[in-house]
């Protein structure tokens, strides 16, 4: 008896310590570790207001420039640095470099809402939140959370400014788009749930964007600054509800996007990052968000265009950001927040409180024991085989038929086939895959800008096969609107729509708008991106392989819905 309640206690001190552990970084915030009083008490007024700086970095860019960016952490001892482009290997030694210069450890950042490779060479990029829009099983989301959450803490970060939140209504934005789970709002806060979660349970920092919304704008913020000028219980209950939810459910970070809002705040030309009503007023007070909140990029055109020289730093500051990321001039902007204090325009405890924030995240990641990155193996480490796994069962469960259940299932391997891969200039791996299914197939590959004569001799010489397969695919580096196909090669796809033809799209779903005819193919697959793991998904269910389960994250109008699927 007492041995078996001996074993009791072991269980319950065991189920305590991992609880312990698994303390989220919102329950911390509110039992503050001692360390990061300590560290707090050490800073100066300077030094606190410092903490509220990101400084941007790349390591693509030559020893020169990496140096000069240590040299700015060093001096004005900034909280912490977002990498960009870049390699493992360099990142790595880089980040040891610049986390040995800093007096209080840095927080290191990257944008990688699709995981290391949005930003660096030879590193696992995942499917876009577009593509994982589709997928119905939000388990698999949240396990990729995961991974993502073991290759940026071997890189040494800490954050990852994602996931994407905004709900995608506007089908000509020019930004946001297939960076979006989607245009339905209930889909996009489950997606971006499980993959919030995942990412914080593996010990990273997240950040939900672009609060209010930036998914219904068809201006890139990079470049101007766009105007909502929707109602405030129109935002209240589209927009925000993906953040509102996911605040509920503990998410660490949100980043406030470069948009006018006029039904938010009435102030000519001001963007939402330097609106206190937006941040202080209905982030922390109406919604009671509690986490980290960071700005959107502070040298992108949205938000310089009309605040100039530094003005734009000190109204975010003022307005309640945390962490303002990539200043212009940070020395600049500390400057101007630190005689913003002693002129009372800035209350110096909102300081206090967003540094002790940001100091009880680097707590929370580990940042309070002092680690140096092993660079050797690092490639290796950001490429597990398990990751490239789920890569590709994440693909398979996005696959979505539109078209031609029962057509592609009675499809006779034997038969004279056609395969044929528009817009790319050699024999792509769907060509490849499918033939694997039909045995007796000849390949044609026809250019983005094909002449009339190539277009004309292919489809002269697949009038003598039975059955055409058709891969159209997106040859740009990201998968936006308006695929790059000429007039004759769009004409040419509209042809075989009448055809016997079964086609597969290796581009955003938008992209259907754009090519009349699809709708009346024999067959129609959504694969969403030209990536080679889609193209085999896409290569399996046409040779009745795999059984598809994804749902159009979005509608294309007026012929296919959001929701559809077979």
């Not at 020893?63 to 004005?76: A, H, L, N, R």
């Not at 704008?217 to 927009?239: G, I, K, M, W």
Request: net charge positive.
């Amino acid at each position: 008896m007492k041995k078996n309640l001996f074993l009791a206690i072991i269980a319950c001190i065991a189920t305590f310590s991992a609880s312990a552990q698994k303390q989220s970084y919102l329950e911390m915030l509110s039992n503050q570790p001692k360390w990061v009083d300590s560290v707090f008490k050490k800073l100066n007024r300077r030094e606190k207001i410092a903490q509220m700086f990101f400084v941007r970095a790349h390591t693509n860019l030559g020893k020169k420039y990496s140096d000069s960016v240590g040299m700015v952490i060093k001096k004005e001892q900034l909280g912490g640095v977002i990498f960009f482009q870049g390699g493992p290997g360099r990142q790595a030694a880089v980040t040891n470099a610049y986390q040995k210069v800093s007096r209080v450890p840095l927080i290191v950042a990257n944008d990688g809402e699709w995981g290391l490779g949005m930003r660096l060479d030879s590193t696992i990029s995942y499917p876009y939140q577009m593509t994982l829009g589709a997928i119905q099983n939000k388990d698999l989301i949240y396990r990729m959370g995961q991974e993502v959450a073991k290759d940026f803490k071997r890189m040494g970060m800490q954050m990852n400014l994602a996931p994407d939140a905004d709900i995608n209504n506007n089908a000509k934005n020019p930004v946001i788009n297939y960076r979006s789970f989607g245009e339905n709002k209930y889909n996009v806060a489950t997606k971006t749930a499980a993959y919030m979660k995942g990412m914080q349970d593996g010990g990273l920092l997240t950040t939900l964007k672009h609060f209010p919304g930036h998914g219904d704008t068809d201006v890139d913020s990079h470049y101007d600054l766009p105007q909502l000028t929707f109602s405030a219980a129109r935002l209240d209950s589209l927009e925000m509800y993906p953040f509102k939810e996911l605040i509920k459910q503990g998410a660490s970070g949100i980043m406030i996007a470069h948009m006018n809002i006029p039904s938010l705040d009435n102030t000519p030309n001001l963007p939402s990052t330097l609106s206190k009503p937006i941040v202080t007023g209905i982030l922390k007070e109406k919604l009671g968000f509690k986490g980290l909140i960071i700005s959107d990029a502070m040298d992108m055109k949205g938000v310089v265009k009309y605040f100039k020289d530094g003005e734009a730093d000190l109204l975010g500051i003022i307005a309640g950001n945390d962490i303002l990321e990539l200043s212009e001039n940070s020395d600049r902007a500390i400057h101007l927040v630190r005689k913003a204090v002693r002129q009372g325009r800035i209350d110096i405890k909102s300081i206090d409180e967003s540094v002790r924030k940001i100091l009880t995240a680097k707590y929370w990641a580990g940042l309070n024991r002092r680690d140096t990155i092993v660079t050797q193996g690092v490639v290796a480490g950001v490429n597990r085989n398990a990751s490239n796994a789920l890569v590709q069962e994440l693909a398979n469960a996005s696959v979505t038929l539109l078209k031609g259940k029962d057509y592609i299932k009675n499809m006779i391997p034997i038969r004279r086939t056609a395969i044929i891969s528009i817009g790319v200039p050699s024999v792509t791996r769907f060509q490849k895959e499918i033939s694997k299914g039909f045995y007796n197939s000849v390949y044609y590959v026809l250019d983005k800008d094909a002449t009339a004569t190539q277009i004309s001799n292919i489809a002269r010489e697949i009038g003598a096969f039975d059955q055409v397969i058709v891969g159209i695919h997106d040859s740009r580096a990201r998968p936006g609107n308006n695929i790059p196909l000429n007039a004759g090669v769009k004409n040419f796809i509209k042809e075989l729509s009448g055809r016997n033809a079964v086609f597969a799209l290796f581009a955003n779903p938008y992209n259907l708008a754009g090519l009349p005819g699809l709708e009346n193919s024999k067959g129609l697959v959504v694969a969403y991106q030209k990536e080679d793991y889609m193209q085999v998904s896409a290569a399996a269910v046409i040779n009745n392989r795999l059984l598809p389960t994804g749902k159009l994250p979005v509608s294309i109008l007026p012929n296919f819905k959001f929701g559809e699927g077979l």
